[in-house]
């Protein structure tokens, strides 16, 4: 129903609003983010100069991965969203933020859809953990809150907020961390956990939407999270840890 035309139109404040955010971005992921998505950033060839269109880019993403990106105009219920990933759609907000909200964007928007996302759409093992995650959802029973709580759980955790081992480092590969300037600097403080990723210990953490995280995981490699749909499969449900 939010559904929007495939084709969104932006205002010149927009295309800079991009171009600043992306020029940010990138200074301050260089050697930061995970390989997988700067890969994934250099093979869509996103650019700093204008928004991409999003008809044409999910064109380009199901030639290389087999997803579509479907554009929403306001945001989608936990629901839907998980719904669409059991498809193999990926839901991305047509509006982008303002020069107010250039830090952090409490919602998702535009830029952390497409510049935070999709690149990671593009590592085949991780497209297949978001779509397992979403025939997992499709999987529980309806009044199975503990169970939706803890899927959003690892979700959260891994494609908004996670980061990966590479050459003894964490690296950036979440979306909220990848496309928040504010994000960054607060997973990076010294003061800040960043915890070796426990399935059962990620289960139990509470999301926090629309502040910055008290703690981080750090998986050892991403092809653990396909270990962990397959471990919570095994168990025939979300909720190993309740
Ligand atoms: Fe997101």
Known sequence: MFLQPRTATYSAQDQLVWKILFDRQRALLHRRAAPA??????????????????????????????????????????????????????????????????????????????????????DAGFADFLHQLGLAALALAPHDAVGRQQLWALYFFTAEFGLVQHEGQPRLYGAGLLSSAGEIHHCIDAGTPRLEFDLTQVLQTTVRDSRFQNQYFVLPNLAVLADCVAALSAAGAWRLAA
């Not at 700093?48 to 997803?67: C, F, H, K, M, Y």
């Not at 998980?82 to 498809?87: C, I, T, V, W």
């Open 37 to 122: 998505f700067s890969q994934g950033l250099e093979q869509l060839g996103l650019g700093r100069n204008t928004i991409p269109d999003l008809a044409e880019l999910s064109a380009e993403v199901q030639q290389l991965s087999g997803w579509q990106l479907l554009p929403y105009g306001q945001p989608v219920s936990q629901a839907l969203f998980l719904e669409r990933l059991a498809q193999r759609q990926f839901p991305v907000m047509t509006r982008l933020r303002t020069m107010r909200d250039f830090d952090f964007s409490p919602q998702p928007d535009l830029f952390h859809d497409l510049f935070g996302h999709v690149p990671m759409l593009l």
